[in-house]
């Protein structure tokens, strides 16, 4: 027989475990289904042509809460230009550089993936 002090809401048990015969034959689980194939990825945002400012990109996938810029806005480097939610939690996307919003390729409730561009300063 083995004793346990247990702990439960802060209240302690002292249990005894009897341990009754040998092992007990277990089964091994029965091989699993291959996965489903994975839903086809939400359409990336529009990328703008190189040479036309700098991307602010998303630095993870998640979903789009609020675009805090409009196009035209000039924003000064570390300026929150995008809310991302991932992981549930909101993280601000910043502006890198200092400039105007040249284009916003993302908006409110969008879905987007990792490095996909969000708008662009230049």
Same mark, same amino acid.
């Given at each position: 027989m083995k004793r346990f002090? !247990?702990?439960?809401n802060?209240?302690?048990y002292d249990v005894a475990v009897e341990e009754v015969g040998g092992a007990a +034959?277990?089964?091994a689980a029965p /091989? $699993? $289904? +291959?996965?489903p194939a994975p839903a /086809? $990825? +939400?359409a990336p945002a529009a990328a703008p042509a190189a040479g036309n400012g700098t991307p602010v990109k998303a630095p993870m996938s998640g979903n789009i809460l609020d675009v805090k810029v409009n196009v035209g806005d000039t924003v000064s480097a570390g300026q929150v =230009?995008? =809310?991302l939610e991932a992981l549930k939690m909101e993280n601000d !996307? =910043? /502006?890198p550089v200092a400039g105007? !919003?040249?284009s916003i390729a993302a908006k409110k409730g969008d879905t987007v993936n990792s490095d996909d561009v969000l708008a662009t300063i230049a």
């Open positions: 002090n !247990i702990t439960v802060g209240k302690s +034959p277990v089964q /091989a $699993a $289904a +291959p996965a /086809a $990825a +939400p =230009v995008v =809310v !996307i =910043v /502006a105007k !919003i040249t």
